[in-house]
């Protein structure tokens, strides 16, 4: 149980284009989800923690008009990074949190921004 | 601040057993994971210990010293399968992961 899915696993865009991530729980209500950046041989950089139907709390320096946070349901969020550059060239994954103490991940999106 | 810490890359010999140490400083405590990751995936989970002592899972086994803010994972009877990163990351009062950098394991025949 507690799987979550991420799609795309690979996504190639062009500059000044807009790519879209889903995350899905298929078998429990994910409340809160957490998206992750990291970086080659780097370890998970929080980016932002969503709850369903609120707006996405956002850590310090990551700009929310760039990467769009919404979690309209319990079962889906989705990451949004918009007018894409070289630099946002990185892998992207969620986590949803299933109780108190257990978080979940999606196999995660490599994004490669040309 | 909050912090955690571990060793950056560590080397062991097939079959053999390997500890990889974390130490943590966080604001609360609720709990310490182990992840493991292979290059180019996500994490997957390995441990979770929230009471001090040793939780043994098969091969792997996780310890905890809430006191001394400090946990080890140990890896018993190498396998080259084993190659990976081993994440190290703190549940914080608000149940907020802090991660550490991960720790490179390499295994060698």
């Known amino acids: 149980g507690a799987v979550v899915s991420q799609h795309p696993s690979r996504v190639i865009c062009k500059s000044g284009t807009s790519v879209k991530i889903e995350c899905r729980s298929l078998?429990?209500?994910?409340?809160?989800m957490f998206w992750y950046r990291q970086f080659p041989k780097k370890s998970l950089m929080l980016m932002a923690t969503s709850n369903e139907g609120s707006k996405a709390t956002y850590e310090q320096g990551v700009e929310k008009d760039k990467f769009l946070i919404n979690h309209a349901s319990l079962t889906l969020s989705t990451l949004t990074v918009t007018s894409a550059h070289p630099e946002d060239s990185s892998f992207y994954i969620c986590s949803a949190k299933y109780r108190d103490w257990g978080y979940t991940f999606g196999s995660g999106t490599r994004l490669t921004v040309v | 601040g909050q912090n955690i810490d571990q060793p950056t890359e560590m080397t062991a010999t097939e079959g053999a057993i390997v500890q990889i140490n974390c130490t943590y400083q966080t604001s609360g405590f609720n709990g310490l994971f182990w992840y493991q990751q292979h290059a180019g995936e996500a994490p997957t989970f390995l441990s979770y210990n929230v009471l001090d002592g040793l939780e043994e899972k098969g091969r792997f086994s996780s310890f905890l010293s809430r006191s001394k803010g400090y946990s080890y994972l140990l890896l018993k009877e190498l396998q080259m399968k084993d190659s990976a990163s081993y994440l190290c990351?703190?549940?914080?009062?608000?149940?907020?992961?802090?991660w550490g950098a991960g720790t490179k394991l390499i295994i060698k025949p």
């Open positions: 078998d429990f209500q994910a409340t809160t």
């Open positions: 990351a703190a549940s914080d009062s608000n149940y907020q992961l802090i």
